[in-house]
Each structure stands twice: as structure tokens, then as C-alpha cells.
């Protein structure tokens, strides 16, 4: 209900701003390119199904010992709570989820904070470099983001003591805490799954005909517009200011309408992948008689 009011709003504000709006669609010069557009999808695909990779080794490090298969039902389950407001239902999803399986609560919520912590760290770790390689178009604001990014990576390494003396000091004993090898292959993960959104946008844009300011803006605006929509709370799946961000750093003439809303599609097309995969990943659960299964489907 809040997606279809979302959608009204900025039909309503599309349809009072058309004079202005409709001339940027129709000098943008549309050129759609099939070959250009399915790699394009195929990478954006790819790059969703790793998505659950670093959330799986987190927990796996915290003592889960659900099947993979199963890890990453839950995760794209979850994951659609991204889409309400107030971005705490996917965290909540997946502590649910973990805490089903058998973890206490603490290590549970550990997971959420880890996986929110690697992909910080990977949005640096992506952005960086690629802000430094896409020149000077791009404002010097990017570059203290994709830094702030990249500081996360100094913080991995102290995590696990820190919160080793947290639960002493709570005189919980045994506690294990995720391995620095862990955080960085999941911080890895993340930087593939980054990266790929990157080329993906690119391709998308290229292959529907609009100027783009080069491959490495778009690689830069994957995880810099997905800090940007995550920093917005309240906006559901951060739809909109996404768009925009990403519209803004790789506009290369066509217009930000045009690519605004190009961005818009193939992030319609990411939900579509979303829930299939969801779907297919609880129906495989289903399938082996398990009730969370079930009763997900």
C-alpha cells in the first residue's frame, strides 16, 4: 500500500512537471541495444544471487549451522522487508530467522551489525577507487563518501575482541566472535555483488541509448546511491532518491529524467528478481517437507 501511494505521489509530480519533464524524453535519443540490455540484466541477476554471501559466512562464523540452501531463502525473504519504511524489518527477518535456528539473541543481532559493517566497508573499498578513476566530473563530496566508505575497513579487525570483552564483561562465556578472514571475504562478496551493479548500470544505460559520464561513474554510483537510499530511513527501499543519486553521477547529456527513469526500470527489474528468488529458494525448502517453507510460499 505504501509502494502503490509512493508511485501516485510521483505521478502526480511527474504530471505537473511534464512541459519540462517530456522535452528531456524526447531529445534523449533513445537507441535500444538487445545484446547490450541482457548482459546487462544477466550481471544484475549474478549480482543479487552473491548478495546473501556475506551474511551467510557472518552467521556461519557465529555458530549457525543451517544449510546454505536455507540461509539464503531467508535472506531474500528478508530481504523484500526492505521495501517498508523504517528499514529495520529486513534486520529483523533475518534475527527472526536466526534466532529459529537455534542462535541466542546477541549473536543474532551480531550478524545484522556485521553484515551493515562489511557493507560499509565495501562500499568503500568499490567507490574509492572507481570515484579516483572516473576523473574530475564527478563532485569532491563523492570522494569523502566512497573515504568514509573505506574507513569501515580499519574497524574489521578490531570487532571481534571488542566484542569479546563486551560479553566478558556481561560474564557470558564461550562467545566466538566472526573471524577477520570471515569479515573480509565477506567484505569481497560484497565488493563483487558492488562491482557488478556498477557494469550492469552502465551496460543499461548504454543499451537503451542515453549518454553516460563512463563505466567507472556507474560502478562509483551502485554503492554510493545504496548509502544514499539507506541513509533516508523512512523511504521505502530508498525508491526514488536511489534513482537519483544514481541519475546524477552518470548522466553524461542525456538528461536526469531520462536516465532517472531508466535507473527506476531496471530497479523494477531487480524486485522481480528478488521475489522469484525467493520464492524459488522456499519453494526448494518446501519441497523437502520443511515448514518454514511452507509456510513462506
Known amino acids: 500500500m505504501l509502494l502503490v501511494l509512493?508511485?501516485?505521489?510521483?505521478v502526480r509530480q511527474i504530471a505537473l512537471r511534464w512541459s519540462e519533464i517530456g522535452g528531456s524524453f524526447r531529445n534523449a535519443g533513445w537507441d535500444p541495444d538487445p545484446v547490450r540490455l541482457t548482459v546487462s540484466s544477466l550481471l544484475l541477476f549474478c549480482g543479487l544471487a552473491i548478495n546473501p554471501a556475506g551474511w551467510m559466512l557472518i552467521s556461519r562464523d557465529l555458530g549457525a549451522s543451517t544449510r546454505c540452501s536455507r540461509l539464503a531463502g531467508a535472506w531474500f525473504a528478508s530481504q523484500l522487508g526492505r521495501y517498508i519504511p523504517g528499514k529495520i524489518w529486513l534486520f529483523a527477518g533475518r534475527i527472526g530467522f536466526l534466532r529459529s535456528e537455534g542462535l541466542s539473541l546477541s549473536r543474532a543481532a551480531a550478524a545484522s551489525v556485521w553484515e551493515v559493517?562489511?557493507?560499509?566497508?565495501?562500499?568503500?573499498?568499490?567507490?574509492?577507487?572507481?570515484?579516483?578513476?572516473?576523473g574530475g566530473d564527478l563532485p569532491a563530496t563523492l570522494r569523502t563518501a566512497?573515504?568514509?566508505g573505506s574507513a569501515a575497513l580499519v574497524l574489521l579487525p578490531l570487532l571481534s575482541p571488542v566484542q569479546r570483552l563486551a560479553f566478558r564483561l556481561k560474564g557470558v562465556e564461550g562467545f566466538t566472535g566472526v573471524r577477520l578472514s570471515t569479515s573480509l571475504r565477506a567484505v569481497g562478496a560484497?565488493?563483487?555483488?558492488w562491482t557488478m551493479r556498477g557494469v550492469s548500470i552502465w551496460l543499461w544505460l548504454e543499451g537503451l541509448g542515453l549518454s553516460t559520464r563512463g563505466l567507472w561513474s556507474a560502478v562509483a554510483a551502485a554503492p554510493l546511491s545504496w548509502l544514499a537510499g539507506y541513509i533516508v530511513v523512512f523511504v521505502p527501499g530508498g525508491i526514488g532518491v536511489r534513482e537519483a543519486a544514481t541519475a546524477a553521477m552518470c548522466d553524461g547529456g542525456s538528461g536526469i529524467a531520462p536516465v532517472m527513469a531508466a535507473v527506476f526500470g531496471q530497479t523494477l527489474l531487480m524486485a522481480v528478481f528478488?521475489?522469484?528468488?525467493a520464492l524459488v529458494a522456499f519453494g526448494r525448502?518446501?519441497?523437502?517437507?520443511?515448514?518454514?517453507?511452507r509456510k513462506a510460499l
Open 285 to 293: 525448502e518446501a519441497s523437502k517437507g520443511d515448514p518454514i517453507g
Open 6 to 10: 509512493a508511485v501516485a505521489i510521483a
Open 117 to 134: 559493517l562489511v557493507s560499509f566497508a565495501s562500499v568503500g573499498l568499490v567507490a574509492l577507487p572507481a570515484v579516483l578513476l572516473a
Open 146 to 148: 566512497s573515504a568514509a
Open 274 to 277: 528478488e521475489v522469484v528468488t
Open 190 to 193: 560484497y565488493s563483487a555483488a
